[in-house]
C-alpha cells in the first residue's frame, strides 16, 4: 500500500512539475512577446517619426534655397536634398514593413490600415505634387502646397500615429497584465512544493530582471543611437567639425540677425590644388590633412565656429563687436593662420604642404544673414581687397 501510495505520490509530483515546467515555459514565451514586441514596435515608429521630421526639414530647405535666390545657383543643393528626401521616404517605407510584419491585435491591425493610409497621402503630396513643384523650379506653389495642404496632412499623420501608438501600450499592459495573474497563479499553484516553487520564483525573478535590463539596454542603446543621428547628420566625418548641412540650417533655415554694433566676420579657406595632393600623397594624406587643417583652424580661432562646406573648403565665423580693434584682431588671427596652414605637415612619412585662398567678408549689424553669405565669400576669393601682406582678400558685406 506504502509503495502504491508513494507510486501516485510520485506521479502527483511528475504532474505538478510537468505543469509547473509548462507554464513557466508559457509565461516566458508571453513575457517574451511582450518585451520584444514593445521594443520593436516602438523602434520603428520612433525611426519612422524621426525620418520623418528629418525629411520634413530637407523638404522645408530646398524650398527656402529655391525660393530665397537663383535657382541655378543653388541647383545642384536642391538636387541633393530632393535625393535625401526620397533616400527618407524609401527608409520610412523599410520601417513601416518591419512593423507590418510584428504580430499585432485586430484592434492595433485596424489603427495600423488607418496610419498606412494617412502615411500613402502623406507620401503621395510629397513625392507628386511638392516634390513635382521643386524639379519645375515652381518654388512658391510648392511652399503654398506646403502650408496649405502637407500640414493638415502630416498633423493627421501624427494623430493616427499617436493613436497607434495609444493602442499598443494598451495591448502590451493588457498582455503584461495576463502574465502577471498566470504567474501569480503558477506561485498558488506551487504553495504545497515550496523547494520546486523557491526554484520556479528565483527562474521568474531571474527572467523578469533580466528582461528589465534588456529594456534598460534598449532604451540607452536609442539614446546613443540618437546622439550617433545627429553627429550623422551635423557632423562631419572626416574632420569632426560641423558639415555643410549644418551650416546649411544655421544660415539657411532661418535668417541670423545682426544686432547693432556687433558683426560677423566670415572667413573661407580653399586648399589649392587639393585634388593634385589627393593624386601625388594618396586620399589617406588628403583626409589626414583636412584633419590637419581643422585642428590648426581651432587652434588659431578660439571662440570660433567651423564649417566644412566642400570638399577642400571651411568657413570660420567669428562674432565679435563692430570696432577697429575687432577688425585688427581678425586681421592678426588670419594672418596667423595662414602661417600655420602653409608649414609642412608630417603625414605618412610625408612632408605635405598645402596653399590656401582665403576670403574676410565682415557683416556689420543691423543686419540679417543668410545662405548668400557663401556666394559672397566665393565671390570676395576672387574680387576682394587684397589685404597687404597679399595673402587674402577682404569686402564687407551689404
Known amino acids: 500500500m506504502e509503495k502504491k501510495t508513494n507510486i501516485i505520490t510520485n506521479i502527483v509530483v511528475v504532474i505538478f512539475i510537468v505543469l509547473g515546467i509548462v507554464g513557466i515555459s508559457f509565461i516566458i514565451s508571453e513575457y517574451s512577446d511582450v518585451v520584444e514586441n514593445d521594443i520593436a514596435s516602438r523602434n520603428y515608429l520612433q525611426q519612422d517619426s524621426i525620418t520623418r521630421h528629418e525629411m520634413e526639414t530637407d523638404l522645408c530647405i530646398a524650398i527656402n534655397l529655391g525660393k530665397n535666390s537663383s535657382a541655378s545657383d543653388n541647383s545642384e543643393e536642391i538636387d541633393e536634398y530632393i535625393q535625401k528626401i526620397n533616400n527618407s521616404m524609401n527608409d520610412c517605407k523599410e520601417l513601416m514593413k518591419k512593423y507590418e510584419a510584428i504580430p499585432k491585435t485586430a484592434e492595433e491591425d485596424k489603427q495600423y490600415h488607418l496610419v498606412k493610409t494617412a502615411m500613402n497621402q502623406y507620401n503621395e503630396i510629397i513625392s ?17 502646397i506646403y502650408y496649405d495642404r502637407f500640414i493638415n496632412k502630416r498633423n493627421g499623420l501624427d494623430d493616427s500615429l499617436n493613436s497607434l501608438l495609444y493602442i499598443t501600450d494598451e495591448s502590451i499592459d493588457s498582455r503584461y497584465d495576463k502574465v502577471v495573474r498566470n504567474t501569480k497563479l503558477l506561485c498558488v499553484f506551487f504553495t504545497l512544493f515550496g523547494i520546486i516553487l523557491l526554484v520556479i520564483i528565483n527562474l521568474l525573478e531571474s527572467r523578469r530582471k533580466k528582461a528589465v535590463k534588456n529594456l534598460e539596454t534598449a532604451v540607452d542603446t536609442n539614446e546613443k543611437t540618437q546622439q550617433s543621428l545627429n553627429n550623422a547628420i551635423f557632423k562631419d566625418t572626416v574632420t569632426d ?19 547693432s554694433e556687433e558683426a560677423y566676420y566670415f572667413i573661407m579657406f580653399d586648399i589649392k590644388d587639393f585634388s593634385g595632393i589627393n593624386i601625388r600623397f594618396g586620399s589617406d594624406a588628403g583626409d589626414k590633412l583636412l584633419v590637419a587643417t581643422v585642428e590648426k583652424l581651432k587652434n588659431v580661432y578660439d571662440d570660433a565656429s567651423i564649417y566644412r562646406t566642400g570638399s577642400d573648403e571651411f568657413v570660420v565665423v567669428v562674432k565679435a563687436s563692430d570696432s577697429v580693434e575687432s577688425l585688427e584682431k581678425i586681421t592678426k588671427l588670419t594672418e596667423r593662420a595662414y602661417s600655420s596652414l602653409t608649414t609642412d605637415n608630417s603625414i605618412n612619412n610625408c612632408n605635405v604642404r598645402a596653399d590656401y585662398d582665403i576670403a574676410v567678408v565682415k557683416k556689420s549689424g543691423p543686419s540679417v544673414v543668410d545662405m548668400g553669405i557663401h556666394n559672397v565669400l566665393k565671390q570676395t576669393m576672387t574680387e576682394g581687397a587684397s589685404a597687404a601682406s597679399g595673402h587674402w582678400k577682404y569686402s564687407e558685406a551689404n
Open 128 to 144: 507628386n505634387e511638392i516634390l513635382t513643384q521643386i524639379v519645375d523650379n515652381h518654388y512658391e506653389t510648392a511652399n503654398t
Open 241 to 259: 567639425t560641423y558639415n555643410r548641412f549644418s551650416f546649411v540650417v544655421e544660415y539657411g533655415s532661418n535668417n541670423v540677425n545682426v544686432s
